[in-house]
């Protein structure tokens, strides 16, 4: 039997539909770049970038799983994502 989710992990219609649009854009960055999808992104980082929808870079690196490297690499991409969402 799976175990519910917590409350704070459940995300809004609006959020899940920016986080299929997150996960689009790590599938193109995963095949562009040749790496597997979690080393883009894993899905729970993708999730807080959906419920948090940070503006900026500074912002981008202080969710938890993009660090640096991330926010260097691939961090205008999800930032793009999240402004073409609008808020």
Not at 18 to 26: H, N
Not at 49 to 62: F, M, N, R, Y
């Amino acid at each position: 039997r799976k175990k519910s989710k917590p409350v704070e992990n459940i995300l809004t219609s609006q959020q899940n539909d920016l986080l299929s649009a997150l996960k689009k854009k790590r599938s193109e960055l995963s095949h562009q770049h040749k790496v597997k999808q979690y080393m883009i992104a894993p899905n729970q980082t993708l999730e807080l970038i959906a419920k948090t929808k940070p503006q900026t870079i500074c912002a981008l690196q202080e969710i938890s799983g993009m660090g640096h490297w991330r926010t260097k690499s691939y961090g205008e991409d999800f930032l793009q994502v999240i402004r073409s969402w609008g808020n």
